[in-house]
């Protein structure tokens, strides 16, 4: 069980361009879902924690026009890189947590993103 | 707020010695304690945690970690390394009033020698 799926697992893009990554909770439903950045070598970075059916939070830095977050239900969020430029290019991980702050955090397998 | 050091960004063992992952923490209020693994090119699974009760966590694999108040650490052990050990371990913090956010160490990436 606790099984946290990512679409796609790999996307290469050209400059300018948006892209749209999804985040399934497969047999859960998941009242926060959380999205990650890895950068090679490094640790994971918060990006924003989003409920479902309210506006994300994005943490300090990350800018929300740019990664705009949807949780339209309890088993799916998105996040769509727009405008994407070269040192967007990254590891991006979702995660998803089925009950309250005391709950585990299942991570999904992550999207490896290429701007070119 | 809260933070995580994880001491020593790679460790090498042997096949079959003890795994030592040391793993510090800062927080304020109650802790939630973590520890996941990450193949290459993968997401992370959940290791163990702690959140109340306990201070002796088993976890899979063979994993066991302690929480040390006193020390404000949450040290991951395993007696006997395998290949299969050899992985990217992150520890990580959170609390019930910070949303349960995680706050991740920097990762200690494990070798194992045969």
């Known amino acids: 069980g606790a099984v946290v799926s990512q679409h796609p697992s790999r996307v290469i893009c050209k400059s300018g361009t948006s892209v749209k990554i999804e985040c399934r909770s497969l047999?859960?439903?998941?009242?926060?879902m959380f999205w990650y950045r890895q950068f090679p070598k490094q640790s994971l970075m918060l990006m924003a924690t989003?409920?479902?059916?309210?506006?994300?939070?994005?943490e300090q830095g990350v800018e929300k026009d740019k990664f705009l977050i949807n949780h339209a239900s309890l088993t799916l969020s998105t996040l769509t890189v727009t405008s994407a430029h070269p040192e967007d290019s990254s590891f991006y991980i979702c995660?998803?947590?089925?009950?309250?702050?005391?709950?585990?955090?299942?991570f999904g397998p992550g999207t490896r993103l290429l701007v070119l | 707020a809260q933070s995580v050091t994880q001491l020593g960004s790679h460790v090498s063992v042997s096949e079959g010695a003890l795994v030592l992952l040391r793993c510090n923490y800062s927080?304020?209020?109650?802790?939630?304690l973590f520890w996941y693994v990450q193949y290459p090119n993968q997401g992370l699974q959940l290791l163990l945690k702690?959140?109340?009760?306990?201070?002796l966590v088993k976890g899979i694999n063979g994993f066991e970690a302690e929480f040390k108040k006193s020390e404000t650490s949450f040290h991951l052990t395993k007696p006997s390394a395998h290949m299969s050990d050899a992985a990217e371990y992150f520890c990580?913090?959170?609390?019930?009033?910070?949303?349960?956010?995680?706050?991740f160490g920097q990762g200690t990436e494990l070798s194992v020698k045969p």
């Open positions: 995660s998803a947590r089925p009950g309250g702050p005391q709950e585990t955090q299942y």
């Open positions: 047999d859960f439903q998941a009242t926060t």
């Open positions: 989003s409920n479902e059916g309210s506006k994300a939070t994005y």
């Open positions: 927080s304020s209020v109650p802790p939630y």
């Open positions: 702690y959140t109340t009760g306990a201070t």
């Open positions: 990580a913090v959170s609390s019930y009033n910070q949303g349960g956010k995680l706050i």
